[in-house]
């Protein structure tokens, strides 16, 4: 089973021709053939998982060969496929959510002009993220992130007539475009001091580099990772990206994409830990700072999908962190439950911006849960999970991240971590409260229905695995830590009361603030606190809601520098040099032709003068031959 | 002791750079053809001395044939004259520069 | 003295004399009673090398037929005006005089120089006198003529029959009919281009 791995690639590239092509005459259909072409995938790498266990641990790293690809001289890149523990999680994340994502789509974008286009781009997508957590050499991957890339691009901007969705797709891709820089740089540095691309290779010979060298590629990494993850400092475009369709949201910028950049750090490892200790540092401070910002920035948004979004940017900080303090099964285990509550938040909001006619300033709604349970109830569950509520899923991975930081030693990362879960709870609750609880608010009075059964059948398996998703890694049997093992290396499972006090205090923070928001923002007596600190604080309140201006602050001093240098180029160095010496050369050949047509004077005479002039110097060479 | 061939070649080099100098210089269509017959006649009366310098006949046999071919050509090139300057009214070949720039 | 180089000094003076003339000669009928002068000259210089037909037939060919047309076409368009002395070009003359000046030196250079490297002088020429006595000069020529210049012999034939059918065909003079005739009389409508060719 395991050697089909290369259809578990083919089978949505294909449908993606299929619908390229043929999409106009399959119509409706075709979110059918999407679906199909993404969930004969999954069921493929479950019998691949299946096959995987039947292994022995250290054999569980199969490599299937599909072509030679390039081969120079001295340097080799085999489109090889590596099926490994952390690979086949990946596989499963992205086909298992990504199946529900796409049936979702069916209902949603019903009625949509465009509508095999968007399934196509959707499996376009699906095949490049496989790619990319498949391959076994660091060009094969590269290729399958520029391919969600462009996807990402595809997909943001698909509803291209609006100008925000044009731009946001721009800033997506430029930004992006910046990591990929420091991407490409690194994977040189990589294969220059490697010797070969290739993963298994990589990482052997990442022990012998000079650690100046290791920590170089790994910042270089990690700057990729960034662009691609949506860490300071690129991790503007995610918010903007939210004018593309909400499935994309779902699966491109909280299930799969973005968090492409948290596995490329997993699966090379050991090039990060051979830096010693600057590139996991500098890995684990980003992470935690873009997860305290991200949140403070969620809490003044009212819109619900670019709360989201920021949510995402803190969870994928949550994720680096974990990264940081060497803990990379718990940061694949926190990148799978994420992905299924934040799935399943961005199609609730989905829905509700389905039955609301596309509102998503959450002033504009209330008490939604009554009037739409399936989704009310679904996104409470991601909600709980998210705030990390015991028994549901995020406490576990989240409570695990806290927990190895801790245990690492870096007591203020774990600080700003216990912080930062607070925060979550905090503007995920508002969130809740303001949407789902309390009076029933409509824009319009509109008569509001739930979710239709194509979109319901991929919230509530969604639901499901939120609440029980932290049985893959549960504190004394940690089964996906264990399984991964032989891919990112031996974890230590902290031992003692520590852990149970530190899940206590994650748990705590949780619950905090979820009152917090309780407090602010759903007091049945009908006070209202929140002007008060509002008032209070009202410096601090504008910033954040304009975000700290950090998308004006690149606008001055990169956009216009950017501007100002394209201006340049294209008004003088082309419009006057590049030009100017074409037109100068043709102004000469003009010039030289005017001077030269004066020797054609139609007469005759003229002429037998050039004649006898042509006659005395041939005769005057045949004559002379000898004398001179 | 004849006179050496030399002298007649010299003659003959003379009347050619006559026939030459003729040629360019003067303006009526038909005395430029009678400088370039000058020139023709002045290429036999070399070819005759080289047959007299190489003792065979075959440089008079080349004058037949240059005669030959003189005569033809003067046959058309008059013919054109005269066509040309019935229609425009002038023998002068300066007046026909149509090729000008 | 010899008889033979006062004659060539004759010949000389009258050749070279009779171009010069020729050269300044203002009228166009001048110029050809020159160049028949010049052509007499001529074969006054081929009796003299031993080529006695080709002397004939220069002096009956050339200046007897060729310059008699020459002639005649001279009075068919009534070319009687004197050439202006300024010439209208700038700087032709100048240049056709130092040109012409610079291959007249080059060519008596090579002709003084060169003739004395060529194969030597009285041997040959005897040998030209021999065959003048004996089969003669003319049945010398035809032998030639007619037998390894065959070829090119027939060629000039097909040359003269080409050159006079063009001829014909060019300078047909139309009966003055205007060009929206009828069918008949504008038969010859074709000279018309044959006319502007």
Redesign the interface.
């Known amino acids: 089973m395991i050697d089909l791995a290369p259809y578990v690639i083919a089978l949505p590239l294909a449908g993606a021709l299929l619908l390229l092509i043929f999409g106009k005459r399959i119509g409706e259909a075709a979110g059918i053939v999407a679906s199909a072409a993404i969930g004969v995938p999954f069921l493929l790498a479950l019998a691949m998982l299946v096959d995987l266990l039947g292994l022995h641990a250290e054999e569980r790293s199969v490599i299937v060969t599909t072509f030679e690809w390039i081969e120079v001289g001295d340097f080799e890149a085999a489109a090889r496929l590596l099926v490994d523990p952390l690979s086949i999680v990946m596989v499963l994340v992205v086909t298992g959510v990504g199946t529900l994502i796409h049936i979702y789509s069916i209902g949603y974008m019903h009625g949509e002009a465009r509508y095999a286009r968007f399934f196509s781009y959707m499996n376009l997508f699906a095949a490049s993220m496989l790619l990319l957590v498949l391959a076994d050499n660091l060009l094969l991957l590269y290729v399958g992130w520029e391919g969600v890339g462009l996807c990402s691009y595809l997909l943001i901007g698909f509803w291209f007539e609006r100008p925000a969705a044009a731009n946001a797709a721009k800033k997506a891709f430029i930004v992006n475009r910046v990591g990929d820089f420091s991407f490409l740089i690194g994977i040189f540095v990589l294969s220059a001091s490697a010797g070969s691309l290739a993963v298994g290779q990589v990482n052997a010979e990442a022990g012998g580099m000079a650690a100046g060298v290791a920590t170089a590629a790994a910042l270089l990494l990690f700057g990729g990772a960034t662009g691609k993850s949506a860490q300071i400092p690129l991790y503007v475009w995610l918010p903007d990206a939210m004018e593309g369709p909400t499935p994309v949201s779902a699966l491109i910028h909280a299930a799969t994409m973005v968090t492409a950049g948290v596995y490329m750090i997993a699966r090379f490892s050991p090039v990060f830990e051979a830096s010693g200790g600057p590139a996991l540092l500098v890995v684990a401070w980003i992470g935690a700072l873009t997860a305290l910002w991200a949140g403070l920035l969620a809490t003044a948004e009212y819109d619900i999908k670019r709360v989201l979004a920021y949510s995402t940017v803190s969870q994928l900080g949550y994720m680096f962190l974990a990264l940081g303090v060497g803990a990379y099964s718990v940061a694949i285990f926190h990148l799978v439950t994420h992905a299924f509550f934040k799935a399943l938040m961005f199609l609730g909001a989905g829905s509700v911006m389905h039955s609301l006619k596309g509102e998503t300033d959450m002033r504009r709604m209330g008490g939604l849960r009554k009037a739409m349970p399936v989704t009310g109830w679904t996104f409470m569950m991601g909600w709980l999970a998210i705030s990390g509520i015991i028994p549901f899923s995020g406490f576990f991975s989240k409570d695990a991240i806290l927990a190895s930081a801790w245990h690492e030693g870096q007591f203020l990362l774990w600080l700003i971590g216990a912080v930062t879960a607070a925060l979550t709870a905090f503007y995920m609750s508002r969130l809740y409260f303001r949407v789902f609880e309390g009076k029933l608010v409509t824009p319009g009075n509109l008569h509001v229905h739930d979710a239709p059964p194509s979109m319901a059948a991929a919230l509530l398996p969604l639901g499901a695995l939120a609440v029980i998703g932290g049985a893959i890694n549960l504190p004394g049997a940690l089964t996906l830590e264990v399984f991964l093992e032989p891919a990112v290396g031996h974890s230590e499972v902290p031992g003692g009361i520590v852990p149970w006090i530190l899940g206590a205090i994650a748990l705590v923070a949780g619950v905090a603030g979820i009152a917090a928001a309780r407090f602010l923002y759903a007091l049945p007596s009908g006070q209202k606190p929140l002007e008060t600190l509002h008032e209070r604080f009202s410096p601090l309140v504008n910033a954040t809601q304009h975000k700290f201006y950090v998308d004006e602050l690149y606008g001055r001093a990169i956009v216009l520098p950017g501007k100002a240098l394209a201006s340049f180029c294209a008004n003088f160095l082309d419009a006057r040099i590049v030009d100017g010496a074409v037109n100068g050369v043709a102004w000469l050949v003009g010039q030289s032709s005017w001077a030269l047509r004066r020797v054609q004077t139609g007469y005759i005479r003229n002429y037998a003068l050039t004649f006898l002039f042509g006659v005395v110097v041939a005769f005057s060479l045949l004559a002379f031959r000898g004398v001179l | 002791m004849s006179v050496a061939p030399g002298y007649y070649l010299a003659l003959a080099g003379l009347m050619f750079s006559v026939g030459v100098v003729g040629a360019l210089t003067r303006r009526n269509a038909i005395v430029i053809f009678m400088f370039i017959e000058l020139m023709l006649n002045a290429i036999n009366l070399i070819f005759v001395t080289f047959s007299r310098m190489w003792g065979h006949v075959d440089g008079q046999i080349l004058v037949f044939f240059v005669l030959v071919v003189a005569a033809a050509e003067v046959v058309v090139g008059l013919a054109i004259i005269l066509v040309i300057s019935r229609r425009r009214g002038t023998a002068n070949v300066d007046d026909v520069s149509l090729l000008k720039w | 003295m010899?008889l033979?180089?006062f004659v060539?000094g004759v010949m000389?003076v009258m050749?070279?004399g009779a171009?010069?003339a020729?050269?300044f000669a203002r009228n166009?009928v001048h110029?050809?009673l020159f160049?028949v002068v010049?052509?007499v000259a001529?074969a006054l210089?081929?009796l003299?090398?031993?080529?006695f037909?080709?002397a004939a037939?220069?002096i009956i060919?050339?200046a007897g037929?060729?310059m008699v047309?020459?002639l005649f076409?001279?009075m068919?368009?009534g070319?009687d005006t004197r050439?202006?002395l300024i010439?209208?070009?700038p700087g032709?003359?100048p240049?056709?005089?130092g040109?012409?000046?610079?291959?007249?030196a080059?060519?008596?250079?090579?002709?003084?120089r060169g003739?004395?490297l060529?194969?030597g002088?009285e041997?040959?020429?005897?040998?030209?006198t021999e065959?003048n006595q004996n089969p003669g000069?003319v049945k010398?020529?035809a032998a030639?003529?007619f037998s390894r210049?065959l070829l090119?012999f027939e060629a000039?034939s097909v040359?003269?029959v080409?050159?006079?059918v063009?001829?014909m065909v060019?300078?047909r003079r139309i009966g003055r009919v205007p060009n929206t005739g009828t069918g008949a009389e504008s038969a010859s409508g074709s000279d018309k281009e044959?006319?502007?060719?």
């Open positions: 010899n033979e180089y060539f000389f050749a070279l171009s010069l020729m050269l166009a110029a050809a160049l010049t052509q001529l210089g081929f003299l090398q031993g080529a037909f080709v037939v220069q060919l050339y037929a060729i047309l020459f076409v001279i068919l368009l070319v050439e202006a010439d209208p070009l032709q003359r240049l056709a005089i040109l012409g000046g610079l291959l007249a080059e060519i008596l250079w090579v002709a003084v003739v004395e060529a194969a002088g041997d040959q020429a005897t040998a030209l065959l000069n010398a020529l030639e003529l210049y090119p000039t040359l003269l080409v050159a006079i063009g001829v060019l300078a044959g006319a502007a060719a």
